[in-house]
């Protein structure tokens, strides 16, 4: 299921509800100006196997290939999906890893005006889920969120991957992203 928000909302608020609503999906539009009504466009240009990483200002965005990926330390993370009644084994890198590539805040860095930062994933199909930058550190939030690459041992589907964003606390699947192409840091300023 896609929620779909429009741009009518503030950057501020935004944040704000991203910050208290663990269930918050958002379609094809996110923050951007406030008063643009305009539906944003679908996700950035990817090459096929690789994840944008962008953190805040001053900081230089990578591209992640799946070879290097594979190399990073792995965690597993197990959720319940209720539209199959099954439950999913995933393997993956943990996000706050990931961020902290490109200066994520995390840990007894992230205070303060930190603590409104957000992160935006984007699937190669436009779809965007929005997470508080608190949320995925285990220091603040005890669930996990991870990018992965595999589901029971497999690589993922073509459906699914090469790359999909696991939220493990959440209640339904709505902020996983499948086919996710970019992970990018934001300030609610």
Not at 103 to 126: C, F, Q
């Amino acid at each position: 299921m896609k929620c779909r928000i429009r741009k009518t909302v503030g950057i501020f608020a935004l944040a704000g509800i991203a910050a208290l609503s663990p269930a918050l999906c958002v379609g094809q539009a996110i923050a951007g100006q406030a008063g643009d009504s305009a539906v944003s466009p679908a996700a950035p240009a990817s090459t096929a196997g690789t994840l944008l990483l962008k953190g805040l200002a001053g900081h230089e965005p990578i591209t992640l290939g799946l070879p290097a990926f594979k190399a990073m330390p792995h965690v597993a993370v197990t959720v319940h999906n209720p539209h199959s009644n099954a439950d999913e084994s995933y393997s993956g890198v943990a996000l706050i890893e990931l961020l902290a590539k490109v200066g994520a805040p995390r840990g007894k860095e992230l205070h303060g005006k930190g603590l409104s930062d957000y992160v935006v994933a984007t699937g190669s199909d436009g779809y965007k889920a929005v997470l508080a930058l608190a949320e995925i550190d285990p220091e603040f939030h005890p669930g996990s969120v991870i990018v992965a690459d595999q589901m029971d041992g497999k690589p993922l589907d073509a459906k699914s991957g090469p790359f999909k964003l696991v939220v493990s606390e959440d209640k339904r699947p709505a902020r996983s992203v499948r086919n996710l192409v970019s992970v990018e840091v934001r300030a609610a300023e």
